[in-house]
C-alpha cells in the first residue's frame, strides 16, 4: 500500500474544518455556508493560517513521496485542476519562491505557483457527493490528506526545497517538463 491509499482521507473532520475556517476573515459565515452547501468549492485567502504551493501532479506526487519516505511527512493536501495544491506555513510561499530562484537546483524543478499573502485559492468541498467525477482535473476537486484537526503541521519552504531537490533530481530516466508530463531520454542507451 503507498502514500496515495494509506494516507488518503477524503473528507474534513470538525477540527479540520475549523482549522481552514480560520483562513477566513468571517469563520463563522464560513462555517454555515458549508452547512448549507458542504459539496461547492471554496475560495480562501493566504498567508494567515496557511500559504499554498501549486505543483503540476505528476512532480507534486514524487515530492510527497520524497516527504514521506524520507522526510517528515505533509500537512493537507489537496488536486484541483490537474493541480496538486500543498498547504504550508503562513510566509513559506515566498520564501520558497526566492530560495527556487536563488538555488542552482531551480531549473531541474518544475514552476510552481507559491500562494502567500495576498493571494487567494481554490479548495475543494468539504464534503464529495457520491456521483462526482473522479478523474483528475474535473469536478470540484479533492481532498488527498484532508486537514483533521485544528493545528496540522505545514512544512516549511526549507523542507519544501530539499523535497522539490530530491524530487527533480530522483526520477531516474524520466524527467518532468514545465507541464508537469515526464519526459523519457531515449537518445542515450
Known sequence: MDIWTQHSVEYLTVAG??????????????????????????VLPCGKAFDVISLPVLFGRRVLDELWSSGPGCGPVAEHRGRLLLFVQPAAGPRLRRLLAWEEWARDVPPLLCHGLGDAVTVPPVRQLFDQPAAPGLG????????????????????????????????????????????FDFGSA
Do not use: F, K, M
Open 17 to 42: 474544518e475549523a482549522w481552514l475556517a480560520s483562513a477566513s476573515e468571517y469563520p463563522r459565515s464560513l462555517r454555515a455556508l458549508w452547512e448549507a452547501r458542504p459539496w461547492a468549492p471554496t
Open 140 to 183: 470540484a476537486g479533492r481532498w488527498i490528506v484532508a486537514p483533521d484537526t485544528r493545528e496540522p503541521w505545514l512544512p516549511g519552504a526549507d523542507v519544501l526545497l530539499w523535497a522539490c531537490v530530491r524530487a527533480a533530481r530522483g526520477g531516474g530516466d524520466e524527467q518532468v517538463q514545465e507541464t508537469g508530463q515526464p519526459v
